[in-house]
């Protein structure tokens, strides 16, 4: 996943999509990337330098001027990736949120630590708040899991609502 976000961070301004497109129609030196943008040299290069960290480029010295050429490959990668994250996979439906590779990233840690109790991950199967559901309708929201926070919280243990 750490790939993808650095990828799509790369990807993540409109210069750098707009030289990567002159660049799958050609291989071109840095200057002519300015003249054709219309901004400068400077600017394409801290551009180039970004694509290039993450993958998506390659320069090629020919005589005096370094030339940069689309590595199809990495963009083939971002399309896969992508294309996996739409995938319908089973184990996802079953977990909490929280349990996600990324939850750190997002959230902060008070946060998280209270994330099942506010947050469930089918809303549409609760009639209100967790505390206030059937058995039933938490196995089925949740599952089967044992000292899980909207059970505990209707076994009589103190919960905060936000």
Same mark, same amino acid.
């Given at each position: 996943?750490?790939?993808?976000?650095?990828?799509?961070?790369?990807?993540?301004? @409109?210069?750098?999509?707009?030289?990567?497109?002159?660049?799958?129609?050609? @291989?071109? &030196?840095?200057? /002519?990337?300015?003249?054709?943008?219309?901004?400068?040299?400077?600017?394409?290069?801290?551009?180039?330098?970004?694509?290039?960290? /993450?993958?998506?480029?390659?320069? =090629?010295?020919?005589? $005096?001027?370094?030339?940069?050429?689309?590595?199809?490959?990495?963009?083939?990668?971002?399309?896969?990736?992508?294309? =996996?994250?739409?995938?319908?996979?089973?184990?996802?439906?079953?977990? &909490?949120?929280?349990?996600?590779?990324?939850? $750190?990233?997002?959230? @902060?840690? $008070?946060?998280?630590?209270?994330?099942?109790? @506010? &947050?469930?991950?089918?809303?549409?199967?609760?009639?209100?708040?967790?505390? =206030?559901?059937?058995?039933?309708?938490?196995?089925?929201?949740?599952?089967?899991?044992?000292?899980?926070? &909207?059970? /505990?919280?209707? =076994?009589?243990?103190?919960?905060?609502?936000?």
């Amino acid at each position: 996943m750490n790939r993808l976000v650095i990828l799509l961070k790369a990807l993540a301004d @409109d210069n750098r999509l707009k030289i990567l497109e002159m660049l799958l129609r050609g @291989d071109l &030196c840095a200057g /002519a990337l300015a003249h054709r943008l219309g901004i400068s040299r400077a600017a394409v290069s801290q551009h180039l330098q970004i694509l290039s960290n /993450a993958g998506l480029i390659n320069g =090629e010295r020919r005589g $005096r001027w370094m030339h940069y050429m689309v590595d199809k490959g990495a963009l083939e990668e971002v399309s896969r990736m992508l294309v =996996e994250m739409m995938r319908p996979r089973k184990d996802v439906e079953l977990i &909490c949120l929280k349990g996600l590779p990324m939850a $750190r990233e997002i959230f @902060d840690k $008070r946060r998280l630590d209270k994330m099942c109790m @506010d &947050c469930c991950q089918r809303p549409e199967k609760l009639k209100g708040k967790p505390s =206030e559901c059937s058995p039933e309708q938490i196995k089925e929201c949740h599952g089967d899991k044992k000292g899980h926070p &909207c059970v /505990a919280s209707k =076994e009589g243990e103190k919960r905060e609502d936000v």
